[in-house]
């Protein structure tokens, strides 16, 4: 009797192919077929198939993944390398990747048996007026038990393996989260750094300005001294020389805030990096032309996209869960265990127990609460969908936007490089006619004004384009050296 109950309950369960609720069908993306560029420096590509699904889990960027070594600056390396390593955000999120993962291990679990098993010892005495007349010896008693239960959910319509099919695809959803930070910390890093190059570039320019003014202050002074100046000039002098020297301290400020900045963002106090990044530096050359590649493979790729799927995934099997309470529960429970009065009879043949039941919990008169419960799994897995199809345009808008900042940058860069050459020339002109009489000061000094100005502009410029490169990169998913290793469950489909 024992091996049929669980022969028809093993063979139930193997035997039960269908799983209830609908079966998850990936959505076509709303993409385009091409980016729209007519920067020369930049190469798009066409899309194979628009509309194909994006989420695979072998997905590799077609950027190039470790971006930041195109610019050749090696300290720029390193801090990156350094955040993607100690950087506490990261650190959390990989705390809830490991998190889904033990979920995941938690549900697959509930597809095999649960095996318990205890023991008990007892020495018991009934009292005199429960057992009159009853010699005290005879009254006491001892008692020894050792048991095994096995408890198995016969998973006929599917309940569970919905449950790890939705556990599944959360924990992939949790990797992409990660790899997107990745990208993210990556991508401040690296903006971060061009940002500080710049601040440091517009602070040498100011300071060599202030000495230039100095220098035309130094004339002035003289010419006035010798009796052929004016207070007035002297003093419109100094105004513009001081306005100047007033720059300088913001620019200083700004600078250090972001030394702070970075060192933070590799996991240091914000005074770790100040001695090391305070020497001046060149901003990082521009890589000469990008493939951004094409609108579908970008899909593929990006992070957050696909995590987006993955979450439209769990959300669905989350409604089979649901649907799967509309139909009774069978559990196959059993017990094997030895029951004597003294150890040594413990294990005699004599002393054997079991039991071996099937049992079925159907909540058929909670029907009303089961289908509101469908409802809102249904409803959660449309607003999971709207998400996605949300989360695809935004990614094909945030790259398209980049595209046309990185590819206006470069022209405009062009334009202010010229202004600051000829605005040079222009100031250095100015001071030679003055100092020949053929020209008054208001000439020289709007011409400093000008020359500051203009190479002001090209040091933000060239940060801007710097700028816009890296957010580039971001936008295409670039930003990680290594994948992240995906534990064996997530991995195993």
Not at 5 to 26: I, N, S
Not at 237 to 249: F, G, K
Not at 250 to 263: G, I, N
Not at 307 to 326: C, K, M, N, S, Y
Request: charged share 25%; glycine share 6%; hydrophobic share 45%.
């Amino acid at each position: 009797m024992v091996i049929r109950t669980l022969t028809l309950g093993v063979a139930a369960a193997l035997l039960a192919a269908c799983a209830v609720g609908p079966d998850y069908v990936r959505p076509n993306a709303p993409t385009q077929e091409r980016f729209v560029s007519d920067d020369p420096t930049i190469t798009t590509t066409t899309s194979a198939q628009a509309g194909e699904s994006v989420a695979t889990e072998t997905a590799q960027p077609q950027v190039d993944a470790e971006f930041w070594r195109s610019f050749n600056d090696p300290l720029l390396t390193r801090l990156v390398e350094e955040a993607l390593t100690a950087n506490h955000d990261l650190r959390i999120a990989l705390a809830s990747y490991d998190r889904a993962n033990a979920l995941l291990r938690n549900a697959k679990l509930d597809r095999y048996p649960t095996v318990t098993a205890s023991a008990t010892a007892s020495d018991s005495r009934a009292s005199a007026d429960q057992a009159p007349g009853v010699p005290r010896a005879d009254r006491d008693g001892e008692s020894y038990s050792v048991q095994a239960d096995v408890s198995w959910e016969l998973d006929l319509f599917g309940r569970v393996r919905r449950n790890v099919e939705s556990q599944r695809a959360e924990a992939w959803a949790t990797a992409s989260d990660l790899d997107a930070l990745q990208v993210a910390i990556v991508g401040e890093v690296a903006r971060s750094y061009v940002e500080l190059r710049g601040l440091q570039e517009r602070l040498r320019v100011a300071r060599d300005n202030a000495v230039n003014q100095e220098e035309t202050l130094r004339l002035v002074q003289a010419r006035f001294d010798a009796g052929r100046g004016t207070e007035f000039d002297t003093s419109r002098a100094r105004a513009q020389l001081e306005t100047t020297r007033s720059r300088v301290p913001a620019l200083e400020a700004q600078v250090a805030v972001t030394m702070h900045r970075l060192a933070v963002l590799t996991g240091q106090t914000p005074d770790a990096l100040v001695a090391e990044l305070s020497p001046q530096q060149p901003l990082p050359a521009l890589p000469s032309r990008l493939d951004p590649g094409s609108p579908g493979e970008l899909l593929r790729h990006r992070p957050d996209v696909i995590a987006a799927e993955h979450r439209l995934h769990a959300a669905t099997a989350r409604i089979g869960v649901a649907t799967a309470d509309l139909f009774p529960r069978f559990t196959l429970g059993g017990l094997i265990g030895s029951q004597a009065v003294d150890t040594s009879a413990l294990f005699e043949r004599g002393s054997e127990t079991r039991f071996v039941a099937l049992g079925i919990d159907w909540s058929f008169l909670d029907i009303g609460r089961v289908r509101a419960r469908i409802a809102a799994a249904d409803a959660n897995a449309s607003g999971e969908l709207a998400r996605y199809q949300q989360s695809v345009l935004l990614a094909l808008e945030d790259t398209e936007n980049a595209l046309v900042r990185y590819a206006r940058s470069r022209v405009e860069d062009q334009h202010l490089e010229q202004a600051a050459l000829d605005s040079a020339t222009a100031a250095r002109l100015a001071r030679v006619r003055y100092e020949a009489g053929a020209a008054d000061l208001f000439e020289v000094l709007d011409a400093e004004r000008t020359q500051l100005v203009a190479q002001e502009a090209f040091a933000d410029g060239r940060t801007r384009s710097a700028s816009s490169a890296v957010a580039l990169y971001k936008a295409l998913a670039g930003g990680w050296p290594t994948r992240v290793p995906l534990r064996e469950e997530v991995a195993s489909r």
